[in-house]
């Protein structure tokens, strides 16, 4: 049984018609939504097939086109005042039931003006409407298959899209602890690693510490230390000897010796 029909005018919109029927069927399933062209059988007596959908569906797309009014029927009158006319019945056919009826105007097409409606469809004319419009036609169409998903929850129950926006969700929730786990190990390895600065560059695992490229007096283990600097060179001549911080710290400068010229 198709929940959704959806009502047009040859000669008017039916590309327009075309394109909400198939997006419609690919968001919420074939057999949901009724568009003549597509869901008739071969053979199917017409006439029959289309009372039977528009008695069984739960919303009516009546799509209205900037030419809806004005197509002419076979004797040169405006199609929409012929009692016959499939368009105009089954749209009356959707108001008698009390069918949910969306106006979906397209492209140019303004509010329906009460004045080319007959009287059985005046109706129409108060039913709130949505714009379809071609060059927005993505966003159209997904607004118009929201709106449709809200207010059938038979709909709203099968929706494809909705799913699809549910999985990824909960693939982002499995996702971001593992994100959070590598984030903490990058900050691990962080730690781990060299850190420059001050005395000279630290290197450990949190378990033990050792100084490696030293930049000033430095004791990390048993005994007494002893900094002596000479000033020659590059000034790169300090010793370190181990120590465990509970020994004196002895530091000693010894100036270059005077050649025996420099005493003039």
Partial sequence: MPDVFVNYRTGDEESAATMIARELARRFGDE????????IEPGSRFPAELVRA????????AVIGPRWAEVRGPDGSPALKAEQDWTRREIQT?????????PVLVGKATRIDRA????????LADCQYRRFDHRNAES?????????????PELGAVDRDARAVRERSEVKSREKPARDTGHTRVRTRDVEQRVRGGIG?????LSGTFVNEPQGPVNTGGGHQYNAPHFEGDNTGVQFTAGDNSGTVHQRFERERRHSDDGR
């Fill in 94 to 102: 959707a108001l008698d039931r009390g069918v949910l009826v969306i």
């Fill in 116 to 123: 080319v409606l007959p009287d059985d469809l005046l109706e």
């Fill in 54 to 61: 528009v008695e069984e569906c739960e919303a009516l797309l």
């Fill in 140 to 152: 159209d169409l997904t607004a118009l298959g929201d709106t449709l998903a809200r207010l059938l």
């Fill in 201 to 205: 560059t630290l290197n450990g695992d």
């Fill in 32 to 39: 949901r939504i009724f568009f003549a062209s597509n869901s």
